[in-house]
């Protein structure tokens, strides 16, 4: 669990992966299901940002705060990644 949890917080905000790529990415494919575990058990959404996985497909998939929660927390990430250019000018 704790090196999937490293995993997703190297995730970027306003970015995503799936469970199959953050399983590839720790050259484990076979694993995905490990994954989908792992990230169900994080009892510290704050911090692990698991609400960055998405389905294969891109769907939104179970989040223990609840998919529209999930949802306005990617967008909140979006919006605030597309500012961050503009605010670095303005400083």
């Known amino acids: 669990e ?14 995503t992966r799936a469970y ?3 399983a ?3 050259e484990r494919p076979e ?3 490990a994954v ?6 994080n009892q510290l959404a704050i911090i ?4 960055r996985i998405l ?3 891109g769907s939104m998939t ?6 529209w929660r999930k949802q306005w927390l990617l967008r909140h990430e979006e919006k605030f990644r597309a500012q961050a250019p503009n605010m670095e000018e303005t400083a």
């Open 62 to 67: 179970g989040y223990g705060g609840g998919l």
């Open 55 to 57: 389905g294969a497909d």
């Open 48 to 51: 692990v940002p698991c609400h």
């Open 20 to 22: 199959g790529d953050l």
């Open 36 to 41: 989908g575990r792992a990230n169900g058990a």
């Open 31 to 33: 694993v995905v299901r």
């Open 2 to 15: 704790k090196h999937v949890w490293a995993k997703l917080m190297e995730i970027p905000a306003g970015q």
């Open 24 to 26: 590839r990415e720790m």
